[in-house]
């Protein structure tokens, strides 16, 4: 009989180039390239680029591929529309409305040929910062701002389009930084429930958009991308860094998750968290970062030492997003402005050699037995 791993913990599902984890060595690498590396030195234009192609871009390519994101960022006006008619409600349930809206209007819907397939993931990594922020500003009453037009062939980073058409105006360099650093690091990680998710759609040969709307239903969990949201609503339950302790003591003593904390894969630190950190370190002196900062150290310290676990992205994320003037509820949907790069990456790798994804689970109900008549059951 065969063993069954619950969670799939530790089960190699599938081949992948695309990014590779050592959790034991605290390494995350994107196409061969460490993940921090890319963080300390790259943008998400050419994150995203290595990601979907393969390999960094010469100047050249990069130039031509900015150029097609933001040719493609304005998101049909429709699309926008429908979304405002709608009843308020989780900002990710309306993202996952607005990516299966954008499906109607993608040019190449239906078409299944290679390049195709990759200008609707180019067209999606596009649009869905723009999807966010008009999400956010529906939520506050507000209408869509359109994303920033006309500059060279650098164009404008995700980071600042995301930020200008949430705030209406010009974000400040550091924020944009800030920002550009966390999208790099949450481009992608390996088969995550949501890339996993996205994989086994995409296998089904369903449509890219099916695809990354199964994905972000897996995000919207929790136990996934939500922890971010529920980590920042933690650090505002507590106040204040003296209560943090006992706060933290408390809630283990009642069996309650720790959001932030921990991770499936990594036995030791977690690299896009270690970096996280040292990047707010250097920001303590701003008190939207040093207060909260403050608490999230004491929460980590009491966790650490009762139940050797250490902090995840989400536990700092959670803390950069409000910096950078990013509302709570808007957490998640932001983390997904930079995974579906991800996403769009495996999806089209696992159309290139698509095998149907169809395990196996093991039962454990009733055996055979005789079917009984209605009249005749007691």
Same mark, same amino acid.
């Given at each position: 009989m065969s063993t069954v791993r619950s969670g799939l913990e530790g089960v190699m599902a599938t081949s992948s180039a695309v990014s590779f984890i050592d959790g034991d060595r605290s390494l995350l690498t994107y196409r061969g390239y460490s993940a921090t590396d890319l963080a300390q030195q790259s943008t998400f234009e050419e994150t995203a680029y290595?990601?979907?192609?393969?390999?960094?871009?010469?100047?050249? =390519?990069?130039?031509?591929?900015?150029?097609?994101?933001?040719?493609?960022?304005?998101?049909? =006006? !429709?699309?926008?529309?429908?979304?405002?008619?709608?009843?308020?409600? %989780? !900002?990710?349930?309306?993202?996952?409305?607005?990516?299966?809206?954008?499906?109607?209007?993608?040019?190449?819907?239906?078409?299944?040929?290679?390049?195709?397939?990759?200008?609707?993931?180019?067209r999606l990594v596009?649009?869905?910062?723009?999807?966010?922020?008009?999400?956010?500003?529906?939520?506050?009453?507000?209408?869509?701002? !359109?994303?920033?037009?006309?500059?060279?062939?650098?164009?404008?980073?995700?980071?600042?389009?995301?930020?200008?058409?949430? =705030?209406?105006?010009?974000?400040?360099?550091?924020?944009?930084?800030?920002?550009?650093?966390?999208?790099?690091?949450?481009? %992608?990680?390996?088969?995550?429930?949501? @890339?996993?998710?996205?994989?086994?759609?995409?296998?089904?040969?369903? %449509?890219?958009?099916?695809?990354?709307?199964?994905?972000?239903?897996?995000?919207?969990?929790?136990?996934?991308?939500?922890?971010?949201?529920?980590?920042?609503?933690?650090?505002? @339950?507590?106040?204040?860094?003296?209560q943090a302790a006992a706060w933290t003591q408390q809630a283990l003593a009642r069996k309650e998750r720790i959001m932030g904390m921990g991770h499936r894969v990594y036995r030791q630190a977690d690299p896009r968290a270690e970096f996280l950190r040292q990047e707010l370190l250097a920001l303590r002196h701003r008190p939207e970062v040093g207060r909260w900062l403050d608490i999230a150290l004491e929460v980590e310290r009491v966790v650490r030492e009762a139940k050797g676990l250490h902090p995840n992205p989400d536990f700092f994320t959670a803390i950069l997003y409000g910096a950078v003037g990013i509302p709570t509820p808007l957490f998640t949907p932001v983390f997904a402005v930079s995974r579906v790069a991800g996403w769009g990456a495996h999806v089209l790798e696992q159309l290139a050699n698509n095998r149907l994804i169809r395990p196996r689970a093991q039962y454990v109900g009733p055996g055979p037995r005789p079917f009984v008549r209605l009249p005749e059951r007691t």
């Amino acid at each position: 009989m065969s063993t069954v791993r619950s969670g799939l913990e530790g089960v190699m599902a599938t081949s992948s180039a695309v990014s590779f984890i050592d959790g034991d060595r605290s390494l995350l690498t994107y196409r061969g390239y460490s993940a921090t590396d890319l963080a300390q030195q790259s943008t998400f234009e050419e994150t995203a680029y290595l990601l979907l192609e393969g390999e960094l871009p010469t100047r050249a =390519q990069l130039e031509a591929f900015v150029a097609q994101l933001e040719a493609a960022r304005p998101v049909p =006006q !429709p699309v926008l529309d429908r979304l405002a008619a709608l009843p308020q409600a %989780d !900002p990710m349930a309306l993202l996952r409305t607005g990516v299966s809206l954008l499906a109607h209007f993608d040019p190449d819907r239906g078409r299944t040929e290679p390049d195709a397939l990759r200008r609707t993931v180019q067209r999606l990594v596009a649009q869905m910062p723009t999807l966010v922020a008009a999400i956010g500003r529906l939520g506050q009453g507000l209408p869509p701002i !359109p994303p920033l037009r006309g500059l060279g062939p650098t164009g404008r980073p995700t980071a600042t389009q995301l930020l200008f058409m949430l =705030q209406g105006r010009e974000p400040e360099p550091e924020s944009v930084r800030l920002l550009d650093i966390a999208f790099i690091l949450h481009a %992608d990680h390996e088969l995550n429930a949501s @890339t996993f998710t996205g994989r086994v759609i995409a296998a089904t040969l369903s %449509d890219i958009h099916s695809g990354v709307v199964g994905a972000l239903g897996a995000l919207k969990g929790p136990l996934h991308g939500g922890a971010n949201e529920l980590a920042r609503r933690m650090f505002e @339950t507590i106040g204040e860094a003296s209560q943090a302790a006992a706060w933290t003591q408390q809630a283990l003593a009642r069996k309650e998750r720790i959001m932030g904390m921990g991770h499936r894969v990594y036995r030791q630190a977690d690299p896009r968290a270690e970096f996280l950190r040292q990047e707010l370190l250097a920001l303590r002196h701003r008190p939207e970062v040093g207060r909260w900062l403050d608490i999230a150290l004491e929460v980590e310290r009491v966790v650490r030492e009762a139940k050797g676990l250490h902090p995840n992205p989400d536990f700092f994320t959670a803390i950069l997003y409000g910096a950078v003037g990013i509302p709570t509820p808007l957490f998640t949907p932001v983390f997904a402005v930079s995974r579906v790069a991800g996403w769009g990456a495996h999806v089209l790798e696992q159309l290139a050699n698509n095998r149907l994804i169809r395990p196996r689970a093991q039962y454990v109900g009733p055996g055979p037995r005789p079917f009984v008549r209605l009249p005749e059951r007691t």
